[in-house]
């Protein structure tokens, strides 16, 4: 799911176990994505448990429970139906100097279109279970700039015993769905701090909304918002650290090199991991019978040793261990917070000077858990749960800057380490005014959450941009970088296409070069040097006189996402040749002359050759990469010719005039001086 700012992979088993897409710890909630190396997530597991069950073969089980993940397949007892892709729109074409542009191996293949979907991307993932429990999860992605951060399941469990594999029709009573989040935020400063962290060591975890702590249950998190009941965890204190300053945060001052994470340059200090990445409950049916959502739901909160005997040498014919299971993991109940038992706290604030071991004594740290039920669902019977899961934290900018003063502060640079304090005073950037500005994250992922429910309740119609470029191509020239798009969508209901541009890489800050009319579909970049890389991106601009909602959608302007249309290939600029080169296709047969007089005011002459005739198009731009003249537009025989530019209504400047035949392209530059 790669359409917005948080991207994940999903499995069709149902369930997105370690080592599930790929052999490495950390893989999966990236945010934000355009970042390498943001991943926070390390596994899931997800246990189905019931009482009383007969599987038509052995003796009734009094507890029966089954299981994928955290580190096993369980490919036994969970059977996909159905794993589909669907999209409101068709995957733009994204091309740079005719090859197609895709980020690594990241190329997701598009199995439905539908321009109805209530959401940009949506997996449909349908699987069948040895407990004859079908579930469907509908995973809701939203590239909307307020929304893309989040993600929204939602499940539909239905009783279908009697109709596979064998399993006698019954009721399953006291059911319990049962799902682990082992966070581990982020894989950028894994080697850095330590190697552990990517298993999760030192991540801790809360909660909101769970009647602990002075709170209610469903508690809202803002003034007048609807009931919270969340779970989040951040990247906090390591005592096993490489280093002797404070990690929270992760600030990159004496970097690890393992990997190719980072080099031995990026000492500015800047924070790695400030995220903070959690799930939220949207819904959950009270009953078959009664689809209020019940606030007592998960009725299971807490946190366990990621690395329990519970979680591996599963085995669905062990009795007692699935007596375990249940009473231990399944229905725990509301367990004490666990951050509240690594450090002593009154308020959040004070999770700033947490220097305790987070993992309190296990190996592998602690992971968050929760767990709906009980349930009893009769044949047919369905109960529906639906709930979100995002990362959010400081801005980029942000994060930055506050790394850089606290490396200023840790060096003995006092001066350089003054700036604003999370109270609004300007302040010295000391390690708890650092670890402020860090724990703020949570706050952020709470209002994420808060968008989520207000996304959901009301049936996902939040505000939504003009859709993308349908295909978007850059082509290298002389001295210029030309990008051409296709568009779809409907013209009026926008207020043009805005161009970013970003140079070495494309982590690196994109500005916005131009913005363009709904109607132009092609822009020469001048601003670029020869030798330079570029990357680019397009949005489709909404119109400026849009009202907002109470999702969290403001009032004004909506772009397309990014991701849509990003370039993860660089393109650099040709260099001019002399008159009678070309690009190899035709040798020294198309010829762009050099106009002449250059500079000149207010007319030129530009003369051009053809070695056949063929149909031709001469453009003049200027410098923002608008079209202003059309000099020639048909069809001309072999031969030279010229024709006379007159700038006497324009400005004085560089000009970039363009050639396009059959044979193929020429660009040179022109200045004009009034």
Do not use: C
């Amino acid at each position: 799911m790669n359409a917005g700012s948080m991207q994940n992979w999903y499995s069709a088993i149902g369930n997105e176990r370690e080592h599930g897409m790929v052999r490495q710890q950390q893989f999966g909630l990236r945010w934000p994505a355009i970042l390498e190396h943001q991943d926070a997530q390390h596994s899931k597991g997800f246990w189905i448990g019931v009482r009383d069950f007969d599987d038509g073969e052995y003796a009734p089980f009094n507890y029966k429970v089954i299981h994928t993940g955290p580190r096993v397949l369980g490919s036994d007892y969970f059977h996909t139906r159905e794993f589909a892709l669907h999209s409101r729109y068709e995957a733009p074409e994204v091309l740079v100097n005719d090859q197609r542009s895709v980020r690594g191996n990241v190329d997701p293949q598009i199995d439905v279109v539908d321009p109805g979907l209530p959401s940009d991307r949506m997996i449909r993932n349908t699987v069948e279970t040895a407990l004859g429990l079908t579930f469907t999860r509908d995973i809701h992605q939203f590239s909307q700039q307020f929304h893309d951060n989040y993600h929204i399941f939602e499940y539909t469990f239905v009783n279908e015993t009697g109709k596979y594999r064998d399993i006698p029709e019954q009721t399953l009573d006291s059911v319990y769905f049962y799902f682990q989040f082992r966070y581990a935020p982020v894989y950028k400063s894994r080697y850095m701090v330590a190697n552990h962290t990517g298993w999760g060591r030192n991540t801790m975890n809360d909660r909101w909304g769970d009647g602990l702590q002075g709170q209610a249950i469903g508690e809202p998190f803002s003034d007048g918002g609807p009931p919270m009941r969340a779970s989040y965890s951040w990247h906090g204190h390591e005592p096993n650290r490489e280093f002797d300053y404070n990690n929270i945060g992760a600030p990159q001052i004496q970097p690890n090199t393992a990997r190719g994470l980072m080099t031995d340059a990026d000492t500015l200090g800047h924070l790695l991991a400030h995220h903070f990445v959690g799930h939220a409950t949207l819904h959950a049916d009270t009953s078959p019978d009664d689809s209020s959502d019940d606030l007592q739901q998960p009725r299971t909160r807490g946190h366990i040793n990621s690395d329990d005997e519970l979680k591996s040498g599963n085995d669905p014919f062990n009795r007692a261990k699935m007596q375990r299971e249940y009473n231990h993991l399944l229905t725990r109940g509301m367990m004490p917070r666990h951050a509240y038992q690594v450090h002593q706290a009154s308020e959040f604030m004070d999770f700033a000077d947490q220097i305790r071991d987070p993992r309190l004594g296990t190996s592998g740290g602690m992971s968050a858990m929760k767990a709906y039920g009980p349930y009893t669902l009769e044949p047919g019977d369905t109960v529906r749960i639906i709930w979100a899961e995002g990362v959010a934290g400081l801005s980029r900018e942000m994060a930055e800057k506050v790394g850089e003063r606290f490396k200023a502060y840790y060096e003995g640079r006092t001066d350089e380490a003054q700036g604003p304090l999370i109270d609004g005073t300007v302040g010295t950037m000391t390690t708890r005014a650092k670890n402020e500005w860090v724990l703020t994250g949570r706050d952020s992922l709470l209002q994420t959450f808060e968008h989520a429910i207000a996304n959901y309740q009301n049936g996902y119609n939040i505000p939504r941009p003009p859709p993308p470029p349908t295909r978007f191509e850059l082509s290298s020239q002389a001295s210029a970088v030309e990008l051409n798009w296709d568009f779809d969508g409907d013209e009026n209901q926008m207020s043009g296409f805005a161009i970013y541009r970003g140079s070495d890489s494309f982590e690196a800050h994109h500005e916005r070069i131009a913005l363009v009319d709904p109607s132009e579909r092609t822009y020469i970049d001048l601003q670029v040097q020869w030798g330079g890389q570029y990357f680019y991106y397009i949005a489709s601009v909404g119109l400026d006189d849009r009202a907002g909602d109470d999702s969290g959608t403001p009032d004004g302007i909506l772009l397309s996402s990014r991701y849509y249309t990003q370039t993860w290939d660089p393109i650099s600029p040709l260099a001019i040749t002399g008159a009678g080169e070309d690009d190899g296709s035709v040798p020294y047969a198309l010829e762009l002359a050099q106009n002449y007089p250059n500079p000149f005011n207010p007319a030129t002459s530009i003369g051009f050759t053809l070695p056949e005739a063929s149909d031709v198009r001469l453009e003049v731009f200027d410098v923002t990469g608008r079209r202003v003249a059309v000099l020639v537009d048909g069809h001309k025989p072999a031969g030279r010719h010229h024709v006379t530019f007159d700038a006497g209504t324009l400005s004085s400047g560089v000009y970039l005039y363009r050639l396009r035949t059959e044979a193929g392209v020429k660009n040179r530059k022109m200045t004009l001086i009034k």
